[in-house]
């Protein structure tokens, strides 16, 4: 977000606010946490037209995708929050790193709390595939976004949030780590290398689902969760005796 202060109103937002749609109770706090920890403190109405300029953005580059976007055609799928487009945002690369962070910052949250819930290591690791594959099956378009035009592109945005990206990396392998410790998974797989596939399988199976190379029902969903984690945890967890590679 662009270092202005935030104004105590916003010119027109009292008429624009009657004729957006708003965004649910719970989508407008989850943004005015994450500026919040950012020491941002917005008005509740320029709140609200914040998160539409934010899910109009998202439309855009899922649609267009981000190199072809221009602000003006963000702007214009904003419709009467349009104001806020040049007043709080300085440039689309701006909106897509508030848009990535805003959501990985949930990933990182939901990773942390499945983490100290207490289960085995294939119910944490499930917990987390579940709020990925539910995400994507809520919000598609921004699912999209996030992986096309942020994850894969390695020599742009994907360096510039690097460090967020480690972290939910490494909090896979923390949950391998200690599986390991316990004896519930082997230990001649690395907890870093064990991350990268749990990640790599979730991509792939995300970019199926954005390309239509596979069929997106909640039927596929459900099965997806499971078939992750089976994947990932059968060949984490101790083999019995009788069992060999390739057997």
């Not at 904003?78 to 848009?99: C, P, R, T, W």
């Not at 954005?210 to 997806?224: K, M, N, Q, W």
């Not at 078939?227 to 967890?237: N, Q, S």
Request: hydrophobic share 45%.
């Amino acid at each position: 977000m662009s270092s202005r202060t935030a104004p105590g109103g916003f010119a027109g937002t009292s008429s624009a606010v009657r004729r957006v749609t708003a965004p649910s109770p719970a989508r407008r706090r989850l943004c005015r946490i994450w500026y919040a920890s950012r020491d941002v403190v917005l008005p509740a109405a320029v709140l609200v037209l914040l998160v539409v300029v934010w899910e109009a953005a998202v439309r855009v580059f899922a649609r267009q995708g981000f190199h072809s976007a221009r602000v003006s055609d963000v702007a214009e799928e904003a419709g009467d929050a349009y104001g806020l487009v040049y007043h709080y945002f300085d440039s689309k690369d701006q909106m897509l790193n508030e848009i990535f962070s805003e959501r990985w910052s949930l990933l990182l949250e939901a990773s942390r709390e499945a983490d100290q819930q207490p289960g085995s290591p294939r119910e944490k690791l499930g917990a987390i595939a579940a709020f990925i594959v539910e995400s994507y099956r809520h919000d598609p378009e921004l699912m999209k976004v996030i992986i096309v035009e942020v994850t894969r592109a390695a020599n742009s945005f994907g360096r510039t949030h690097l460090p967020e990206i480690r972290q939910a990396y490494d909090l896979i392998a923390k949950i391998v780590a200690d599986a390991q410790e316990l004896g519930e998974f082997r230990d001649d797989v690395s907890p870093d290398f064990a991350a990268m596939l749990f990640y790599g399988a979730i991509e792939q199976l995300l970019s199926g689902w954005i390309f239509e190379l596979v069929p997106a029902g909640d039927e596929d969903y459900e099965r997806a969760k499971s078939l992750v984690v089976e994947t990932i945890c059968g060949g984490l967890e101790p083999r019995r005796a009788t069992e060999s590679v390739g057997t």
